[in-house]
């Protein structure tokens, strides 16, 4: 007498994949054209994702841009905050990198409360290929024919920037060496001013260069 053999079932595919009772249900026709329309629809999003416009990026031009700030102004945020305002100098500094930089930019920070270190950094902006200077004069602004000299020499445009507005101030701080011959003068908007200085300084930088 043979003794009986049990067959198992073969699980192999079972383990590569889950039976679903529901498809054997669906023609095959119909599983095909299912699978071709996911195809389809994500051909179809990939085609319309939104992607940076090749004219855009041609427009953009990369600026080297420099902020010059004066005597006192690294005293920012303890020296008469009711006149200056509460802001550190470094926080404007790190703003006006990081949104310089966010637009693809490049920025340069300098301070001194010396004159001839601000003349000599005007000086090295020249064979750096700085595009635009913004600088803060501060009490300079008042008296510095050799800073003004120095910016007409290396033919660098500029804008003038102060944190308060000087023509409400004392007398003596109504006359600027600068205003003349600088491209603008921001006065009394406090560290707002700066961001306006460079979003002026971005835009026409990038017409002057796509001229």
Known sequence: MKSAQMRLPNTSNALKKPYNPQLDKISPNVLAFTANIGRLDSQRAMRHSPRPS???????????????????????????????????????????????????????YFQSNAEHQLIERIHAARHEGVDF?????????????????????????????????????EPFRHHSYF???????????????????????????GKAQNA
């Open 133 to 169: 200077i913004v600088i803060n004069p501060a009490a300079f602004t008042h008296t510095s024919v050799a800073l003004r000299d120095a910016l007409l020499a290396v033919s660098i445009p500029f804008i003038e920037v102060h944190l308060s507005n000087v023509h409400k101030r």
């Open 54 to 108: 090749l004219c855009l990026l041609k427009d953009v031009v990369m600026a080297t841009l420099l902020v010059l700030h004066g005597p006192n102004l690294n005293l920012l945020g303890t020296r008469e905050p009711g006149v200056y305002g509460a802001v550190t100098l470094d926080e404007i500094n790190q703003d006006l990198k990081c949104r310089a930089e966010a637009a693809g930019h490049t920025l340069d």
């Open 179 to 205: 205003s003349d011959v600088a491209v603008g003068v921001i006065c009394g908007l406090g560290a707002s001013g700066y961001r306006m200085a460079l979003d002026a300084a971005i835009e026409m930088t």
